[in-house]
């Protein structure tokens, strides 16, 4: 009705890149500082730091991970004004005023630990900021006076165990809750071990230390206890402290009404996806949007500093956010605050770790497979029709770890192959993400190569020379011209997780279908970007020259009841070709629609689900998912 231009315009305007538009909802913070300066032997630079303070390696280099990854993040601040492995923040008192109001902190004083950490050391702030070894040395002594502020022992040989209050004071957080679950998760890593490569090629390895922390010295700090909010009000794991902000339902001018649509799922359409999205602003002012009735919705807003949540629409009802209807009946959206042309400045391990805890809680309240055709970047929603092709979203971006984000959501991304990597071969594309350093432009100007960071894909190729051009999207580039290394261009990328089958293999170069045509990349078996092992497959049936894919899996016209208006089922520009195979991402798509045009609309014409007979199957289709009519293609275990 009258609402839906109005939606579909705004929908335009929400989570969509500046690269892109030319405009966003606030702007990141400039680089601050010289990027770091990297030890000769991070590893040493944390055990001679433990020694020197008295604190427990374990406990230092998991306190480190959990804030940094043991990364400098090339000497930029993080949102909160945070430095170096160790997180040592150091904000101007007009900084702390602007945040005081933003971010979940005990006090403007703890935003000070660069300062404590300076009188502690010796060393001046912009050593600490700068110089890694430096920053290890400033986090430990800023633990150890944590530690002896409790009245508890300091010692490199003191056990873990007795520092949980310790690690949950270097939280900086407002309340119990908060500094808990930092606490909690310092200790989880701990127990796990951990071992990578950081940002500077320094190889750190922490072996596992299984101890059953003090948590009884939680008590200790001078913290509230914070709001434990009523289970009928959010739907997440009561140790990440959600708070409830719901997004209006509520009719405005004109006939209309936003912000979302009042449902009963599953009863009314089963979940089948998580979306992860980038906010393209910061959050006070996405919070400002999502409880604006003539704006759109989603369900979750993360806030990158330190990983809080608010929830805002309840599962069962449908948000507006992912730009496709029939995703978002089947979807629950989550925005994350962050620029997606600035990658790691604004996706915090604060903010990787709690969205993870929380698709993990959805996905087992849901019944949602934990895999990567299911918790889903906005960039791999399909368009609905042609025409809405070019205009879908690229959030989170290039920037975004999916290998790590699905390590900690605890589905990991295929890593080995129990089968060669040949002709026929279904494969996960696995790239690193640290060393994956790939070309991209206009980031910050247009036609400026980005800053060098770690990237989540790999480039898709005409022939298998480096120097053929990428391959074409005809959706993104309705002309016909080849792909780009634009940000936001994603027409010829494979990101982590995402499947394909082997069309060809030429040495180290792997051709894999790709939009209805072979796309190039570089594997070598001594480096391999793609692995191989079984799945099933969807291939054109015997006779058929080409097979449409869809952005929607609508019921057949027969389906519908008196009322309600038939969906036209219309195919997208791209097509399978015969001899053509792509991936199974779900054989369980329903066919449906939902009916939800109106703010009091009533079954059995509005409100309702709409169930049809013609089967579909969710196939991975370049870039983005896709689906095909079951009766237009066979299903076969790949070779």
């Keep these: 009705m009258l609402r839906r231009p109005k939606i579909l315009a705004a929908l335009a305007a929400v989570a969509l890149p500046a690269a892109l538009v030319g405009v966003s909802l606030g702007g990141p913070p400039a680089d601050a500082s010289e990027p770091g300066t990297p030890p000769a032997d991070a590893a040493s630079a944390f055990s001679a730091a433990a020694a020197k303070y008295g604190v427990p390696e374990p406990v230092l280099l998991a306190v480190s991970y959990a804030e940094s990854r043991w990364d400098d993040h090339a000497g ?4 909160s004004g945070g430095y170096g492995p160790m997180h040592l923040t150091g904000l101007g008192a007009s900084e702390v005023a602007d945040l005081s109001g933003k971010q979940k902190v005990a006090s403007a004083e703890s935003l000070q630990t660069l300062k404590k950490a300076s009188e ?4 001046d702030q912009a050593t600490l900021r700068k110089d890694v070894t430096a920053n290890i040395d400033g986090g430990a002594a800023v633990l150890a006076s944590y530690q002896k502020s409790l009245g508890l022992p300091v010692g490199a040989n003191t056990s873990p165990a007795q520092w949980y209050g310790a690690v949950a004071s270097y939280a900086e957080a407002n309340d ?3 500094a808990a679950g930092f606490a909690d998760d310092v200790y989880s890593i701990m127990a796990k071990g951990a071992a990578r490569t950081t940002n500077t090629g320094q190889q750190i390895v922490m072996p596992a230390v299984a101890v059953q922390p003090a948590k009884a010295q939680l008590a200790k700090l001078s913290l509230p206890n914070g709001v434990q909010p009523s289970k009928s009000d959010v739907e997440c794991p009561p140790s990440l402290g959600c708070e409830w902000l719901p997004a209006p339902y509520s009719q405005f001018g004109d006939g209309d009404y936003g912000n979302h649509d009042l449902a009963n799922r599953p009863k009314t359409g089963k979940i089948d996806y998580i979306v992860i999205h980038d906010t393209e602003g910061t ?10 009735p003539t704006y759109v919705s989603w369900q979750y807003t993360m806030r990158s500093s330190d990983g809080h949540i608010w929830q805002h629409v309840p599962a069962k009802d449908v948000a507006w956010h992912a730009g496709n209807w029939y ?12 620029f997606a042309p600035q990658g790691a400045t604004w996706f915090t391990e604060s903010l990787y770790r709690n969205s993870a805890k929380l698709v993990r809680y959805l996905a087992v309240k849901n019944n949602i497979p934990l895999d990567r055709a299911h918790i889903i970047g906005h960039d791999q929603v399909p368009g609905t029709v042609p025409s809405t092709v070019r205009g879908m979203h690229w959030d989170p971006g290039p920037y975004w770890d999916w290998e790590h984000y699905m390590d900690l959501v605890g589905a990991p991304i295929w890593g080995k192959s129990v089968l060669p990597v040949k002709a026929g071969s279904v494969v996960t594309i696995k790239p690193g993400f640290e060393d994956n350093v790939q070309v991209v432009n206009s980031c910050d100007t247009a036609g400026t190569p980005c800053k060098p960071q770690g990237t989540n894909f790999v480039y898709l190729r005409q022939a298998p020379d480096d120097n053929a051009p990428l391959v074409k999207d005809l959706g993104l580039h309705p002309d016909g011209s080849n792909g780009t290394t634009e940000v936001s261009d994603m027409g010829s990328r494979a990101a982590a997780g995402s499947q394909y089958v082997v069309a060809e293999r030429q040495g180290d170069w792997v051709a894999v279908w790709y939009l209805g045509a072979k796309g190039w990349f570089k ?4 480096a391999p970007d793609a692995f191989a092992k079984p799945g099933l497959v969807v291939k054109p049936k015997a006779g058929l020259t080409s097979v449409p894919v869809y952005g929607r899996a609508y019921p057949e016209q027969s389906a519908y009841p008196t009322g309600i208006p038939y969906q036209t089922v219309t195919p997208l520009q791209y097509s399978i070709g015969a001899g053509q195979a792509y991936p199974v991402g779900d054989l369980n798509i329903e066919t449906d629609y939902y009916r939800a045009v109106t703010f009091d609309g009533q079954p059995p014409t509005d409100h309702v689900q709409v169930l049809g007979n013609d089967k579909y199957y969710q196939i991975w289709f370049g870039h983005r998912m896709a689906y095909v009519r079951a009766a237009d293609v066979d299903v076969r275990p790949a070779v």
């Design 76 to 79: 930029t601040p993080s949102t």
């Design 120 to 123: 502690l050391t010796g060393l």
């Design 283 to 292: 959050w006070q002012g996405v919070l400002n949007l999502v409880q604006d």
């Design 523 to 526: 594997s070598p078996a001594s």
């Design 327 to 338: 995703v978002n009946m089947h979807s629950i959206g989550i925005e994350h605050e962050g």
């Design 176 to 178: 119990k809750v908060g």
